[in-house]
């Protein structure tokens, strides 16, 4: 069974940081793997996708790689700001085309 | 954003009651997701659909149903409500994929659901 972890749960750090969130998974034989973004009390926006035959994908500050065979994936933002504070949500599409969510990384950026 | 609405937004019910809610898009999207979102789960599948009348269940779909008469609406039904089905409910739809299966899923607002 297909299942997805984020570490850390929670992580807080000044503007102006570059800062890494972790994803991995215990099946590689994944489509593809997808970032969103939560913000309180709202629906989740997708912010990267990336096909299992790439190794990473880029928009502004953000950049996702993809490490299928060792079961990881990284979401790096860079030069943080206060609006990028959310729960970023991996999810992999595994051997049928149903998402497996990870729980999320609560991220707070402070001025 | 694309265009998926849920209703309602929130709703306040007791235990038994039948209870539906609605999600409508405006994008002509074959696929419809219906997931719930709990503390500690994360988002889960209860339902999805690949076409008109086409469904198939998800992860947890005990205790739920759906229907979809027309591409734009998926309806998810708690057949009799209870306190676990507590939760916030979100719809998603997708594209129809290729053979390569790469698109993305985009997500309602949610309906925030609590079962007394």
């Known amino acids: 069974k297909q299942e997805v972890t984020q570490i850390p749960a929670a992580l807080s750090v000044p503007e102006g940081e570059n800062l890494v969130l972790n994803c991995s998974f215990t099946?590689?034989?994944?489509?593809?793997l997808q970032w969103f973004r939560q913000d309180p009390g709202k629906g989740l926006t997708s912010l990267l996708l990336?096909?299992?035959?790439?190794r990473e994908q880029t928009s502004g500050r953000l950049n996702a790689s993809l490490d299928k065979s060792s079961g990881r994936s990284t979401l790096y933002i860079a030069a943080s700001q206060p609006g990028d504070s959310a729960t970023y949500l991996c999810?992999?599409?595994?051997?049928?085309?149903?998402?497996?969510f990870g729980t999320g990384t609560r991220l707070q950026v402070f001025p | 954003d694309a265009g998926i609405t849920q209703s309602p937004r929130h709703k306040v019910t007791e235990t038994g009651t039948p209870v539906t809610l609605r999600c409508h898009q405006t994008?002509?999207?074959?696929?419809m997701y219906w997931y719930r979102q709990d503390p500690g789960h994360g988002l889960r599948l209860i339902h999805y659909?690949?076409?008109?009348?086409?469904?198939d269940k998800g992860e947890v779909s005990d205790g739920y149903s759906v229907s979809r008469s027309k591409t734009e609406d998926f309806l998810l039904t708690l057949e009799s409500a209870t306190s676990s089905q507590t939760s916030v409910y979100f719809c998603?739809?997708?594209?129809?994929?290729?053979?390569?299966?790469?698109?993305?899923?985009?997500f309602g607002p949610g309906t925030r659901l609590t079962v007394l």
């Open positions: 998603a739809i997708s594209e129809d994929r290729g053979i390569f299966r790469t698109d993305t899923q985009y």
């Open positions: 099946d590689s034989a994944i489509y593809n």
């Open positions: 990336i096909q299992s035959s790439q």
């Open positions: 999810a992999v599409t595994h051997n049928t085309d149903k998402l497996i």
């Open positions: 994008e002509n999207h074959r696929y």
């Open positions: 659909s690949y076409g008109v009348k086409d469904t």
